[in-house]
């Protein structure tokens, strides 16, 4: 029997254009899926460098304007990997086109545009899904599961970083992701947006309010001489900017099931490369986790005997944990691009079977309305709530 096809167009060639692609391009090699996506079209700015990317990724066309693209009658998806300011004009076009729609993170780059993006979609009846890939590391899926069971106890505490060190040098140049009237904020909406997500997807709650501090230390840069420059093999110009986004953005939480919590996301961490770490502390014991080491986390059990308590390694990759019976035997890991195949796979599923997809548009404008309520916090010195 025949799988039923569903036609994607790609909006974005670059960094996520190629996790997504590989994505798209793997998943039916893991899983036994009753689907089959279709690489139909890469859409980009620049001609001779998307044209490229379609022949690099394996798309069967490529295209320049994403308007068009949305208007065609043979796409089902759109995908969005664009620069963030980009991501709810995108979005709200597609799903009025009546395509399924996954967008990376953010939603948006304000709150009242991520509130546009979440209605439209909530009246659509269309699929719809915001890219946290981190949901979908197995270790991330199977503590959240542990945390669901109780296995911990009651919550009390979830504390998290994110560190990077890849703009500590001054002479980085304004790339996009530190210019605030596209990329939306810096540090906080880029890596504390992560931890938001994840902080509601382990324990199942929403943030009661939040108190924070922001910080830019390195208030100008070179402007940028290759505009398409990312994060590596960019071009200084000799004229400076203004650097307009944070460099670190810290607070605290009360979350609505009465534990506290605390959220640090720097770039300025010298020799933290992608240092995304948290733990939870519950009354009978605490998990750690940390991407650099995505297939393992720590537990600790107070119901452990005596003598033998401590916090003890576990190895993610056992085939009764999410998503890893499609991949290896035990211990053999998986790897970063992974976590898109997985969020693809369910993606998908969510599509041919009629169901909702999570993380989707309601989760992306509930982590926004944290990051927002965060910057507004900042502004006031005072505790804010985070608006329904």
Same mark, same amino acid.
């Given at each position: 029997m025949a799988k039923k096809q569903l036609n994607v167009a790609l909006i974005g060639y670059q960094f996520m254009g190629k996790a997504h692609s590989n994505a798209y391009r793997q998943v039916a090699r893991f899983f036994d899926i009753e689907v089959e996506p279709v690489l139909k079209v890469i859409c980009g700015r620049h001609e001779q460098k998307v044209r490229a990317a379609q022949e690099r990724f394996g798309w069967q066309e490529y295209a320049t304007n994403w308007e068009d693209v949305v208007a065609r009658n043979d796409i089902d998806i759109i995908d969005i990997g664009t620069p963030n300011n980009t991501h709810a004009q995108i979005a709200q076009a597609a799903l009025k086109a009546g395509k399924h729609v996954l967008c990376e993170k953010p939603l948006a780059t304000t709150l009242e545009d991520a509130r546009a993006s979440y209605e439209l979609a909530k009246k659509?009846?269309?699929?719809?899904?915001?890219?946290?890939?981190?949901?979908?590391?197995?270790?991330?899926?199977?503590?959240?599961?542990?945390?669901?069971?109780?296995?911990?106890?009651?919550?009390?505490?979830?504390?998290?970083?994110?560190?990077?060190?890849?703009?500590?040098?001054?002479?980085? $140049? =304004?790339?996009?992701?530190?210019?605030?009237?596209? /990329? *939306?904020?810096?540090?906080?909406? %880029?890596?504390?947006?992560?931890?938001?997500?994840?902080?509601?997807?382990?324990?199942?709650?929403?943030?009661?309010?939040?108190?924070?501090?922001?910080?830019?230390?390195?208030?100008?840069? $070179? =402007?940028?001489?290759?505009?398409?420059?990312?994060? /590596? *093999?960019?071009?200084?110009?000799? %004229?400076?900017?203004?650097v307009t986004v944070d460099d670190v953005t810290a607070f605290l939480a009360r979350l609505e099931n009465g534990a506290t919590a605390t959220f640090e996301a720097t770039r300025l961490a010298p020799g933290r490369k992608n240092y995304h770490r948290w733990e939870i502390n519950g009354e009978k014991g605490s998990i750690v986790f940390n991407q650099e080491r995505m297939n393992e986390f720590e537990i600790y059990l107070t119901d452990d005997p005596q003598g033998v308590q401590g916090f003890h390694l576990v190895q993610s990759t056992e085939s009764f944990m999410p998503y890893m019976s499609a991949y290896w035997p035990v211990a053999h890991i998986i790897g970063y691009e992974h976590t898109f195949i997985n969020l693809v796979h369910d993606f998908l599923l969510a599509i041919v079977r009629g169901t909702p997809f999570t993380p989707n548009f309601e989760d992306g404008y509930r982590n926004q309305a944290v990051l927002s309520a965060v910057e507004r916090s900042c502004e006031t010195r005072q505790w804010t709530k985070p608006e329904k």
């Open positions: 659509s009846g269309l699929v719809h899904g915001i890219c946290h890939n981190y949901r979908f590391v197995p270790a991330v899926a199977y503590i959240a599961q542990l945390v669901r069971e109780g296995r911990i106890g009651k919550v009390r505490h979830f504390r998290a970083t994110y560190l990077q060190d890849w703009i500590v040098d001054p002479n980085v $140049p =304004l790339v996009w992701r530190l210019d605030k009237s596209i /990329a *939306g904020s810096g540090s906080h909406g %880029d890596l504390n947006g992560h931890l938001i997500d994840t902080a509601r997807f382990v324990m199942g709650t929403e943030f009661a309010e939040v108190i924070g501090l922001q910080e830019t230390f390195i208030k100008k840069r $070179p =402007l940028l001489a290759d505009t398409e420059g990312g994060l /590596a *093999g960019f071009k200084a110009a000799q %004229d400076m900017g203004e």
